[in-house]
């Protein structure tokens, strides 16, 4: 019995302990986005339009940007590593190229995200009239 009892204090301590590591990373990432001012101005944006829905957006989009220029800096960089090997030259305008490129591509991925909950809030919407009766909105536009 003192064997599984040790066995379960183990595993108890182990998932503890991995929650306080997820929870340090959640509030550090939650640190970054306040720091960067990206929640709050996506809270102005949604209140000053009105819609919930502009807020989560405008979050999107930001957080879409701030991913995607330095994916787009690194991917240029690592492309040209290879070319610079055989030319023997590296440029800085490539890294600047690089997270425009990157930019752009996060906004594409932040407004598929945004279409993609869009459809899920029209969907669920429809559904949930027809389970419970309730008058729900669908989201405009779609």
């Known amino acids: 019995m003192a ?3 040790l066995i379960l204090a183990a595993i108890v301590l182990f998932l ?25 101005s996506s809270v102005i944006v949604g209140i000053h339009s009105g819609r919930t829905t502009d807020g989560i957006r405008a979050f999107l989009l930001q957080c879409g940007i701030i991913a995607g ?3 787009g800096a690194i991917s240029a960089l690592l492309a040209t590593s290879l070319i610079a090997e055989l030319k023997g030259v590296v440029d800085w ?7 425009l490129g990157g930019a752009l591509a996060g906004i594409m991925v932040a ?25 729900v909105k669908a989201a405009p536009g779609l």
């Open 16 to 40: 503890i302990g991995a929650g306080i590591a997820v929870g340090l990373v959640a509030c550090g990432l939650a640190a970054l986005l306040v720091g960067l001012g990206m929640i709050s």
């Open 111 to 135: 407004l598929a995200l945004d279409l993609m909950s869009r459809r899920l809030h029209a969907w669920a919407a429809l559904r949930l009239t027809r389970v419970t009766g309730a008058d």
């Open 69 to 71: 220029v330095p994916a």
């Open 93 to 99: 305008p490539v890294l600047i190229y690089g997270a």
């Open 3 to 5: 064997i599984v009892s």
